[in-house]
């Protein structure tokens, strides 16, 4: 990976078109970042503290959750420990790192929607038959499929990437390292592997959308069945928040590696709303529509006030 390449640090440009910018970004930023981290530690808290809640979907949850405190965290700490004036350089393993963890978490979160929306499927189209379908050791099986499959395709991107040769500039046109980016540095022709990487940044999250439709598709089918209106109405309110999770996911996968002419402030705005937003918008999206949940919270909530009497 590292023979030819003389490279041993990179500068990171920051965003695109905000200079002067970088006091209102900072505590915008570390506002969302907070804001992320203590929504889903509170949605982990609120699970794992209620026996009511311990099912494949809450479990699935959970693990989302985790994605959700993390994906945030490769990029959101350096990049608001140079908007507070320090420096803006990361070395070349960390770039590596970064680079690695960004597409390893997306990608999981990625399978692990798949998994979720065959769960509400299953909940769905089989009740009589989802214990024993969604049993513990399948639940197991799926959770650490989603992690290793993540693993594999974060491997073969980074692996794609940081195995040219980097010997000539430095300054990278962005708030962290990303392959669009990293590839503009190489000293080679990198005409061949931005296909590759195209073809295997694209196939990943299609055919992952694809079982996520059809999975919502017999779904939809199965709740126009419904004969109470009351039923139906629950069934649609508990997809619809799973949906709306997908497509802000989804959406800027789409936004930022399949455009066919890459736009710098688009992509670094999208980015923003996908490394930040979207996580801390998560908590909200599975809480607020979620009867249980939100009991489930309001109960932590009372236990943390009335913690120091006792």
């Known amino acids: 990976m590292g023979n030819a390449s003389v490279v041993t640090k990179f500068i990171l440009l920051g965003i695109p078109y905000t200079e002067d910018l970088e006091t209102t970004l900072f505590v915008l930023f ?23 809640l311990h099912t494949p979907m809450y479990f699935f949850l959970c693990q989302l959750s985790v994605c959700d405190i993390f994906f945030p965290s490769v990029s959101s700490p350096k990049m608001l420990f140079y908007l507070s004036g320090n420096s803006w350089a990361i070395s070349y393993a960390g ?4 680079l690695f963890f960004y ?3 997306g990608c999981t979160e ?15 189209c089989y009740p009589l038959r989802y214990t024993v379908i969604m049993s ?20 073969f991107l980074t692996t794609l990437t940081f195995q040219l040769p980097y010997c000539g500039p430095n300054e990278v046109d962005y ?11 190489a000293c080679a022709d990198t005409s061949a592997l931005e296909r590759v990487g195209f073809v295997s940044v694209g196939l990943m999250p299609l055919s992952c959308f694809l079982l996520i439709l059809t999975s919502y598709s017999r779904i939809v089918c199965s709740i126009l069945q419904i ?27 789409v936004l930022i590696y399949l455009q066919p002419t890459p736009n710098p402030w688009l992509n670094a705005t999208v980015q923003v ?15 607020l529509r979620n009867k249980e949940v939100k009991y489930s919270l309001r109960k932590v909530l009372r236990q943390v006030a009335f913690l120091p009497e006792q």
């Open 103 to 105: 597409h390893f978490l």
């Open 175 to 185: 708030y962290f390292c990303d392959i669009p980016v990293m590839l503009k540095l």
């Open 136 to 155: 513990h050791r399948v639940c197991a099986i799926l959770a650490v499929g989603t992690s290793f499959f993540g693993c594999i395709q974060a491997t």
């Open 227 to 253: 004969r109470s209106t009351e039923g139906r109405r629950r069934a649609f309110s508990t997809c619809s928040a799973h949906l709306t999770a997908i497509l802000l996911s989804f959406m800027p996968v």
């Open 30 to 52: 570390l506002g969302c970042y907070v804001f992320t981290l203590m929504g889903n530690l509170l949605i982990l808290l609120a699970i794992v503290s209620s026996t009511r």
């Open 273 to 287: 709303l996908n490394n930040l937003v979207t996580p801390m918008l998560n908590p909200l999206i599975y809480s």
């Open 110 to 124: 990625c399978f692990l929607y798949t998994v979720m929306a065959y769960d509400r499927f299953v909940a769905i």
């Open 95 to 98: 770039c590596v790192s970064q």
